[in-house]
């Protein structure tokens, strides 16, 4: 097993200011080098992700963050934590990691011309085989608790029925084509991937969603919940979701991998009786925290539940219905709804909490909606990351510590560490 040396450590410290600087050209030379050599790889990167520039620049700031912290990996436990379970949910093999490596070294090289020395080579090539078996260490043990469950690679599922939720969000009930059931359990919170061909592509393509309905006991289907997006992202916007909304019916088929994911609440976990839950999201990005408040329904382990929802309008709001109903049956559950724009019909106190605005913590109650003076109180966001940012930076402004703040991204790489 490969390890660095202090000199190579030194060394690999020392070039995070060129990587700064010179990061996502590399990355984007590495990407380009491998998919032109290794075509078949395109099954395993998002062309979106790809064409926007968002996946060399994940990768980038990736290397970057590596660079910076090789001496205190600790500190990237986060990170390691979130693409491993990513890299599970795509199926990436060990053997894959041979071939990132070879290539971004390739790049480094291409890039930094003579800069590149034998030495920063050598303790660069030695770096990644570090990274790479903490990687393959991680998604290995995954890979077996998968196994376990009787689960390995891309499993088929059909399109039990597709139910609109908003003018915009619809929902996917899937279930398996073998008909083998119960399906694993997950966690409230977590993802899957689903891949489907894109004929236009000539390959296959894999994007995550989340799992919007808390797991059932009989484990006869997952549910996902899909928002058709309006074409204002540079590239190919919304490509698998767009396809889904338009071309896939009851009885078609797609195919899923077990549920992965480092954001949850663990429904079951005793020590966290009596501690407010505060969910907040705009958007699409209700859609894990529906299964976590679902999950939370009428657990044994009771917590007070602030549901904190953001949307462009009523029309566009999801799972309006199903959180009324939680809140009318559950009296720990309190809800607190922000409409951007309000309709000649919307209600107050029915369909909305706070009309004609964004989302604004300032306008709720900090201790009986916010639980603010209870100092053990989790957060949990979803959203675009600008919002999860600026959220994110309002709650440790209100002396929130941020190791209670959990952040669910929509996209590669990580939430800036703003």
């Not at 996502?24 to 032109?36: A, H």
């Not at 939370?296 to 199903?322: C, D, H, M, T, Y």
């Not at 929130?400 to 952040?407: A, F, G, K, M």
Request: aromatic share 8%; with cysteine.
């Amino acid at each position: 097993m490969a390890t660095l040396t202090e000199s190579q450590i030194a060394i690999v410290k020392a070039t995070a200011p060129v990587l700064k600087e010179h990061g996502t050209t590399i990355t984007t030379v590495f990407y380009d080098n491998m998919i032109r050599e290794n075509p078949e790889l395109n099954n395993f990167f998002s062309t979106t992700s790809k064409t926007t520039g968002r996946q060399p620049r994940a990768l980038a700031n990736a290397v970057l963050a590596y660079a910076t912290y090789i001496d205190d990996l600790g500190k990237l436990t986060h990170a390691v934590a979130r693409i491993a379970h990513k890299h599970v949910s795509l199926q990436v093999t060990p053997e894959q990691y041979d071939i990132v490596g070879r290539y971004l070294i390739q790049a480094i090289g291409q890039v930094l011309g003579d800069a590149a020395t034998a030495d920063i080579v050598d303790a660069w090539t030695t770096a990644y085989g570090v990274l790479a078996n903490v990687f393959i260490g991680a998604e290995g043990q995954m890979y077996k608790n998968n196994a376990a469950e009787n689960w390995v690679g891309w499993r088929k599922f059909k399109v039990l029925r597709k139910v609109a939720e908003s003018s915009s969000v619809t929902s996917f009930y899937l279930a398996p084509s073998d008909g083998a059931t119960p399906l694993p359990k997950f966690l409230p919170g977590q993802y899957v991937s689903l891949q489907v061909p894109v004929p236009e592509l000539g390959y296959l393509q894999s994007r995550q969603y989340s799992l919007s309905e808390a797991p059932k006991e009989k484990g006869e289907y997952y549910r996902i919940s899909v928002k058709k997006e309006d074409g204002e992202e540079v590239g190919i916007p919304g490509l698998i979701s767009n396809m889904l909304h338009a071309s896939f019916s009851e009885g078609d088929e797609v195919d899923l991998s077990h549920p992965q994911g480092e954001f949850f609440v663990d429904p079951s976990d005793t020590s966290k009786e009596g501690i407010p839950v505060v969910l907040i999201s705009v958007g699409v990005g209700a859609t894990p925290m529906m299964a976590i408040l679902g999950s939370l329904e009428g657990a044994p382990v009771k917590r007070p539940i602030s549901w904190i929802q953001a949307s462009r309008s009523n029309e566009a709001k999801p799972f309006g219905k199903e959180v009324k109903r939680i809140v009318k049956e559950n009296e720990n559950v309190s809800a607190h709804v922000f409409l951007r724009k309000l309709g000649p019909n919307d209600r107050a106190g029915e369909d909305y909490h706070y009309g004609d605005m964004r989302l604004d913590l300032g306008k709720l109650d900090a201790q009986r909606d916010l639980h603010l003076g209870d100092g053990r109180t989790e957060y949990y966001i979803c959203g675009p990351e600008v919002f999860m940012v600026e959220i994110r930076k309002v709650l440790v402004g209100l002396g929130v510590e941020r190791e209670r703040i959990h952040l669910e991204l929509f996209a590669t790489g990580d939430v800036a560490d703003e």
